[in-house]
């Protein structure tokens, strides 16, 4: 599993511990291979696991669980790349699931006066659609090969927010697809993406794909994890390019051969709304936010889990569960038998955690273009105001964004693996 080492991140590896501890028939064995960006924060958030693993009175020699740190920086393709070369070389059997959990926000901070009038007039859209956050515009990443090689000399620029949300995820994935292909197909590698519920249509600009000229290039590569996690699944639209993304080159295949077994699934999951570092307030604001999602959740926002082991309860379902249990609780939240959710955290005003079907603009909730006016958010409560559930032809443009969204992708994939691949035939060219 890819989880950074706070946050989020941190809240999942912990939920998973737990809920992995007290499944059912459980005798199994559980490595939750986590990523940092420094091995100062590995080392911190092993030993923060180690102790939330001893709450549990496990010993040592019989511990079902174990950790594996690994580092990454994904608005770095050639780290993405250098670990799923390492991973892939390993003696790892396969990975069950991957969660593609890091991320930044981009922001600069708060439109003030916007931001206390929501909240005092409207808590809970303000804490879970708030509309005052400044966005930086055009954030690049620092240049990707090495000055002084043709590589860089050709590089085109890559956005830092779309890097380090979307595709350092999108090509980490397509690299470790041998492992998540070596699955047994009773149980095939899942694919979470962390979305948002705050991603909404108007956030993703096809003209803009990186998200470059956006002042919400957050909630754009959030709307874009949506896009391509819905649309993945059993559409004609997408299949073909879905198909090539979960092919791997021979390259990767050989670094330790694993049979084929299963092609991976494709799932989104949203935490709601959860009080962490990805905006950066002074203490004192940031204990008036954490306040301000309390009150959100006791005026009734069912998103307001305020802590990140309450956001966590989608993901560490969806990392669990098989998939006959994710289909049967998909049927009895949505009536009918529909296409892929998006799964969120949700939370009652007593803080009991639960996970729950998420209306996404365009899709609905589960892309089959009825209503669900009656569903469990007991009409708008759940929803952004002025929400509308999507009709038939909202779902069919969807899908058409879906396929335009998987094509901009995979030729971009395609356009940094030749340049990577010729930046790394020159530097051995060079070693010799
Ligand atoms: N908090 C919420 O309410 C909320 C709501 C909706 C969705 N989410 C999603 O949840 C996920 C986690 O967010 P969070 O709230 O837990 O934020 P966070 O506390 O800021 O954690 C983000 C993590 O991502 C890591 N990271 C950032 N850029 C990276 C990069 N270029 N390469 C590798 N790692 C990188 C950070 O590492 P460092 O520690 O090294 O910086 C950090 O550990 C994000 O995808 C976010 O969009 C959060």
Redesign the pocket.
């Known amino acids: 599993m890819s989880a950074?080492?706070?946050?989020?991140?941190l809240g999942i590896c912990c939920r998973l511990i737990d809920e992995f501890l007290t499944l059912p028939n459980n005798h199994g064995s559980l490595t939750i291979i986590f990523?940092?960006?420094?091995s100062r924060?590995a080392s911190e958030t092993l030993s923060t696991l180690e102790n939330h693993l001893a709450k549990h009175g496990t010993s040592k020699s019989d511990r079902q669980i174990y950790f594996q740190p690994e580092n990454?920086?994904?608005?770095n393709l050639l780290s993405v790349r250098a670990l799923s070369r390492k991973l892939l070389a390993s003696h790892l059997p396969y990975l069950n699931a991957i969660v593609l959990?890091?991320?930044?926000g981009g922001w600069s901070g708060l439109k003030w006066p916007s931001a206390i009038w929501s909240t005092l007039t409207d808590i809970r859209q303000a804490t879970t659609w708030p509309t005052f956050k400044l966005g930086l515009v055009g954030l690049v990443t620092k240049p990707q090969f090495p000055e002084g090689t043709k590589a860089a000399r050709e590089e085109p620029i890559l956005g830092e927010v779309f890097c380090?949300?979307t595709f350092?995820h999108y090509m980490l994935v397509h690299w470790l697809m041998p492992l998540l292909r070596a699955c047994d197909s009773a149980s095939p590698g899942k694919i979470i993406w962390?979305?948002?519920?705050?991603a909404g249509a108007r956030h993703y600009n096809p003209d803009d794909h990186q998200g470059l000229k956006s002042s919400v290039a957050y909630e754009h590569t959030?709307r874009l994890s949506d896009c391509l996690a819905l649309s993945a699944v059993n559409q004609p639209a997408t299949g073909s390019l879905v198909k090539e993304y979960i092919t791997s080159s021979d390259s990767e295949e050989q670094l330790q051969p694993r049979s084929q077994e299963s092609e991976p699934s494709f799932l989104v999951a949203?935490?709601?709304?959860?009080t962490?570092?990805?905006i950066s307030l002074y203490w004192i604001v940031h204990q008036g936010y954490r306040l301000g999602i309390y009150l959100a959740r006791w005026v009734g926002s069912p998103w307001a889990n305020v802590t990140?082991y309450l956001?966590a309860a989608s993901i560490s379902w969806l990392i669990l569960a098989s998939q006959a249990e994710i289909k049967a609780k998909a049927v009895s939240a949505t009536g009918n038998l529909g296409g892929p959710c998006k799964w969120g955290s949700a939370v009652d005003r007593l803080g009991r955690s639960s996970v729950q079907v998420t209306d996404v603009e365009g899709w609905g909730i589960n892309g089959t273009g009825k209503p669900f006016k009656d569903k469990w958010w007991g009409g708008q409560v759940g929803r952004k105001t002025g929400s509308v559930d999507a009709t038939k032809e909202d779902v069919d443009n969807f899908l058409a964004l879906g396929a335009d969204v998987w094509r901009k992708m995979e030729s971009l994939r395609k356009d940094w693996e030749a340049r990577i691949e010729e930046f790394e035939a020159e530097d051995s060219h060079k070693s010799k």
């Open positions: 950074p080492n706070h946050g989020l991140g990523t940092t960006r420094t924060k990454v920086e994904l608005t959990n890091a991320g930044i380090a949300n350092g962390i979305s948002s519920v705050e959030k949203h935490p709601g709304i959860c962490t570092t990805i990140s956001g």
